[in-house]
């Protein structure tokens, strides 16, 4: 299951959802950048880093080696799950090969943000991007280095050797104590180390059990590294190939990509956004949609559907059925818009143009539907949508060419209807 858009699609509740199919959940890429909301029974929780399966009992929850860990924010979260009563004992495997993500990497994101100025890419300054840097460029410090208390001493003030050279040269910062994050790290393995494991076995076991599996996507395609609106994207593959590659598994391993998608469009962070209304419609949605960063509580850039970039996101990710959410936030609204194209110096695009700066200079082509009036808000039939909800779901499949099987209409695990199995 991956984000079709721009991050924010309502992830979480899908994965929630169907985690009574599955025998584990996987993330594959990211960290605790991503901001995973579930309402269950009215009580809200945010996930962050640990799998969304983790609420319903007996689900695996895996870190796949491509997600970079930062064991305080690891802890904190299985802390307020424990504190929950949610048995998490036992349920967690973590990949030896995850990068960690360090403090200096938190204070790098910060100084290079603040560098930025105006130009800034409106990071989650979680330190994602730096630790992501330090994987490719072979200097990371991983889970399975914390097993050994004196190489991992070595890489740590090696690279933070390096990470201070920069903090304290080229941004003006103060530096991060090495000794100190070597304390906080041989700590964290104590509680790290035992949930160590091989994810790719467990999951090939899961496999020949005839078990199914969900890789949880985090963030969205068009901020996938390579796929998206670069520079303003996070620091990892966030398509489907990932979930392979993120896993240990090989890509045959797949056998259907899920695309989730919003019933409009957002955005947190900086970069341009075609369809984006930056007036009182654009606020509605917010307010209706309760549009803030679960991370970060920033306020999400909100706007029409964009079929333009949702093509984008479904040929890049093999994407074969889609689930729309939150389509009960454009009750009410007389007419709805969705970009079909865009027009770039006098041509027709289908998808979006590969830098920031065409994208910027793109206007949206727009179709105009006619809205509904009555509530789609907690439907769980397909039959009691308006028939305008109707109309609109069915544009978007005709736009697209791939169904929607799965539409959310609030936060609530009921809130949903489905119109066919997910898994195949
Ligand atoms: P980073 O991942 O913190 O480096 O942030 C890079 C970009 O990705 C920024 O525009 C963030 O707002 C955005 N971003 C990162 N994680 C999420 C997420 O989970 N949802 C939505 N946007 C995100």
Not at 33 to 45: D, E, F, M, P, R
């Amino acid at each position: 299951m991956i984000g079709a858009q721009w991050g924010d699609e309502g992830k979480g509740k899908i994965v929630d959802l169907l985690t009574d199919r599955v025998s584990a959940v996987v993330r594959f890429q990211g960290g605790h950048n991503a901001g995973h909301t579930l309402v269950i029974n009215g009580a809200k929780t945010v996930l962050h880093l640990v799998p969304s399966g983790i609420l319903r009992a007996g689900v695996q929850c895996l870190l796949g080696n491509g997600v970079v860990v930062s064991p305080p924010a690891l802890f904190a979260e299985l802390d307020k799950l424990e504190g929950s009563a949610i048995d998490i004992a036992g349920r967690l495997m973590v990949s030896p090969a995850c990068p960690l993500v360090l403090p200096s990497h938190v204070a790098l994101d910060r100084a290079r943000e603040a560098r930025r100025g105006d130009h800034a890419i409106g990071t989650t300054c979680r330190g994602i991007g730096p630790a992501y840097e330090d994987k490719v460029g072979r200097r990371a410090v991983r889970v399975a280095d914390l097993e050994d208390e004196r190489a991992l001493s070595e890489r740590v003030r090696e690279l933070l050797d390096l990470h201070n050279f920069m903090l304290e040269r080229y941004y003006g910062e103060q530096p991060i104590d090495a000794a100190r994050t070597l304390d906080e790290l041989s700590v964290a393995g104590r509680r790290l180390l035992p949930m160590m494991g091989d994810v790719a076995e467990a999951l090939r076991v899961a496999r020949a059990a005839g078990h199914n599996v969900l890789f949880e996507g985090a963030q969205g395609s068009l901020l996938d590294i390579d796929h998206g609106t670069y520079p303003f994207v996070t620091s990892s593959n966030t398509m489907a190939a990932a979930a392979a590659l993120g896993a240990g598994v090989g890509p045959g391993y797949i056998d259907s990509v899920l695309g989730v998608a919003k019933a409009y469009t957002t955005r947190v962070g900086g970069g341009p956004f075609p369809t984006e209304l930056t007036d009182a419609l654009g606020e509605r949605l917010r307010s209706v949609g309760y549009e803030f960063g679960a991370t970060t509580g920033r306020p999400r850039r909100c706007g029409w559907l964009d079929v333009v970039v949702l093509r984008r996101a479904l040929l890049a990710s093999s994407v074969n059925a889609l689930c729309l959410t939150k389509l009960d936030v454009l009750d009410g609204l007389d007419t709805l818009r969705i970009a079909v194209a865009y027009r770039w110096r006098g041509k027709r695009l289908d998808y979006p143009p590969a830098t920031a700066e065409a994208l910027a200079g793109c206007e949206p082509v727009y179709e105009d539907l006619p809205g509904w009036q009555g509530a789609t808000a907690g439907a769980t039939r397909i039959e009691d949508l308006p028939a305008g909800a109707r109309r609109y779901l069915e544009r978007i499949e005709t736009l697209l060419g791939v169904p929607i099987v799965i539409v959310s209409t609030g936060a609530e695990r009921g809130h949903t209807i489905i119109l066919s199995d997910t898994f195949v």
